[in-house]
């Protein structure tokens, strides 16, 4: 049986920490998003790959639809460096994102309509020595009126971005 996902999962709120607002202002400052929860964001999410961890190719939005809820932007923190795999693959526009403590990156998982935009489909290659440890933020369509929805002609859109 092969899974498509191999981690362990966490989930911290902004509450939980006084750390996670501050580095909520740091994501909504470097994306230009509103990344706050229960505004315009999904809680944070931490993942632990360890060795053989993996996620199959996937993609953040949730389907095809235009939806308040559906995710507009991704922004994914590495918390460690991995010593062997663990590579972030992007394979329809061959970009790929080696795991850093310290980096992030971006991405927006609908085009400039509110559809999903395939071409950010994405995987985490099998780590093969160490441990990959990342958080993710969603961010939502509904919460970003003045940010992305309004600014439709931004050539921004699905395009993976390194932040850090």
């Known amino acids: 049986m092969i899974l498509n996902r191999d981690s362990l999962v966490a989930w911290l709120w902004e509450h939980n920490s006084v750390h996670m607002p501050i580095l909520t202002g740091r994501i909504e400052a ?3 998003l ?4 229960n505004e315009g964001a999904e809680s944070y999410q931490v993942v632990n790959y360890g060795v053989g961890g993996h996620y199959t190719v996937h993609h953040d939005a949730i389907g095809n639809i ?9 922004f994914l923190i590495y918390l460690t460096d991995v010593a062997q795999g663990g590579l972030t693959v992007f394979p329809w526009i061959g970009v790929g994102v080696q795991p850093r403590r310290g980096r992030a990156a971006l991405w927006y998982n609908l085009d400039r309509s509110g559809y999903r935009d395939d071409r950010v489909e994405h995987a985490s290659c099998p780590v093969l020595l160490g441990d990959k440890w990342v958080i993710n933020k969603w961010v939502y369509y ?3 009126m003045n940010k992305v929805v309004c600014k439709a002609n931004d050539p921004r859109a699905g395009i993976v971005q390194p932040v850090a």
């Open 66 to 74: 235009r939806s308040t809820f559906n995710r507009v932007a991704t």
């Open 34 to 37: 509103n990344a706050k929860q």
């Open 30 to 32: 470097l994306a230009g």
């Open 142 to 144: 509904g919460g970003q």
